[in-house]
């Protein structure tokens, strides 16, 4: 009978140690099941979070491109605005001839107005050969007419 007790009593550890060791794969099971739920769900945070970074990045490029072309639109119209009074300039200067029908370069009061158009040029961002080609002077009359401005001489 004592053997009969002792073999209960060592079944019953055993089987308590197997059940025992089920209960920690199970734990580990969910533990791995929890694991990998929570590593999905910080990928998906992360994607939305690039996503967003992305559409603010979008977005402030696209203001930035707008104000750029806002820009050079107004520096487009000023520039055309100079053409044109350079034109009409141009027009009225070979409209008035001197003596031996040499057309007379400066008429009263043009070259003011060919520095001021000159100044406001530069100011856009041209630079003196493009200058020179819009107005149609010389390159060199062009330099003078900036070194002048520089040095706070602008009586020309």
Same mark, same amino acid.
């Given at each position: 009978?004592?053997? $009969?007790?002792?073999?209960?009593?060592?079944?019953? *550890?055993?089987?308590?140690?197997?059940?025992?060791? +089920?209960?920690?794969?199970?734990?580990?099971?969910?533990?791995?099941?929890?694991?990998?739920?929570?590593?999905?769900?910080?990928?998906?945070?992360?994607?939305?979070?690039?996503?967003?970074?992305?559409?603010?990045?979008?977005?402030? $490029?696209?203001?930035?491109?707008?104000? *750029?072309?806002?820009?050079?639109?107004? +520096?487009? =119209?000023?520039?055309?605005?100079? $053409? *044109?009074?350079?034109?009409?300039?141009?027009?009225?200067?070979?409209?008035?001839?001197?003596? &031996?029908?040499? +057309?007379?370069?400066? =008429?009263?009061?043009?070259?003011?107005?060919?520095?001021?158009?000159?100044?406001?040029?530069?100011?856009?961002?041209? &630079?003196?050969?493009?200058?020179?080609?819009?107005? &149609?002077?010389?390159?060199?009359?062009?330099? $003078?007419?900036?070194?002048?401005?520089?040095?706070?001489? &602008?009586?020309?």
């Amino acid at each position: 009978m004592p053997w $009969l007790l002792l073999f209960i009593g060592i079944s019953c *550890i055993i089987t308590a140690f197997l059940m025992d060791r +089920k209960e920690q794969i199970k734990e580990r099971d969910d533990f791995l099941r929890l694991q990998e739920r929570f590593l999905l769900k910080a990928q998906e945070s992360g994607a939305m979070e690039l996503q967003a970074i992305a559409a603010d990045l979008s977005g402030e $490029l696209e203001e930035k491109a707008t104000e *750029i072309f806002e820009q050079m639109e107004e +520096k487009l =119209a000023e520039m055309q605005k100079i $053409l *044109i009074a350079a034109t009409k300039e141009d027009a009225d200067q070979s409209a008035k001839v001197v003596k &031996n029908g040499i +057309k007379s370069r400066v =008429a009263s009061g043009s070259w003011r107005q060919r520095e001021e158009d000159i100044l406001k040029m530069v100011s856009l961002g041209m &630079n003196a050969e493009a200058i020179a080609k819009e107005l &149609n002077i010389g390159k060199g009359e062009v330099k $003078l007419v900036l070194s002048l401005a520089q040095s706070g001489d &602008n009586g020309v």
